[in-house]
């Protein structure tokens, strides 16, 4: 009979304990952080989606200054490797078309390539 009534205690106890002072708010407020932080970094990168998609529109119109075209060409290739670079890291290149996804690869290639030091 104490047995019984030691475990039903226990169990009742148990039941109704209460979390530590805050810790579901805590936890709540933490997960509302991460998902912010999330959300912006969406954001950046679908700004810089609009901007590679602008500077290819821009690059393919062509241009008479041959200087400029080789700066939009540039400043595409740098802005494709940091869209391709982000998304790798936070996992969302699976979201992209497979052909936008090759495209960002090629110019990264691009970007390697022209930031690697000339070899003799």
């Given at each position: 009979m104490?047995r019984?009534?030691f475990?039903?205690?226990?169990?009742?106890?148990?039941?109704?304990?209460?979390?530590?002072?805050?810790?579901?708010?805590?936890?709540?407020d933490?997960?509302i952080?991460t998902?912010?932080?999330?959300?912006?970094?969406?954001?950046?990168?679908?700004d810089?989606?609009?901007?590679?998609?602008?500077?290819?529109?821009?690059?393919?119109?062509?241009?008479?200054?041959?200087?400029?075209t080789?700066?939009?060409?540039?400043?595409?290739?740098?802005?494709a490797?940091?869209?391709?670079k982000?998304?790798e890291?936070?996992?969302?290149l699976?979201l992209?078309?497979?052909?936008?996804?090759?495209e960002?690869?090629?110019?990264a290639?691009?970007?390697?390539?022209?930031?690697?030091?000339?070899?003799?």
């Amino acid at each position: 009979m104490k047995r019984y009534l030691f475990l039903i205690s226990t169990i009742s106890l148990s039941l109704f304990s209460f979390s530590r002072d805050g810790e579901e708010l805590k936890i709540l407020d933490d997960l509302i952080a991460t998902s912010e932080r999330q959300v912006a970094l969406q954001k950046e990168l679908r700004d810089l989606v609009i901007q590679v998609h602008t500077q290819q529109d821009l690059f393919y119109q062509g241009s008479e200054d041959v200087q400029k075209t080789k700066e939009l060409a540039s400043k595409m290739v740098t802005t494709a490797a940091t869209i391709l670079k982000t998304s790798e890291e936070n996992h969302y290149l699976h979201l992209f078309p497979p052909f936008f996804v090759e495209e960002l690869k090629l110019f990264a290639n691009i970007s390697k390539k022209k930031s690697a030091p000339m070899q003799p």
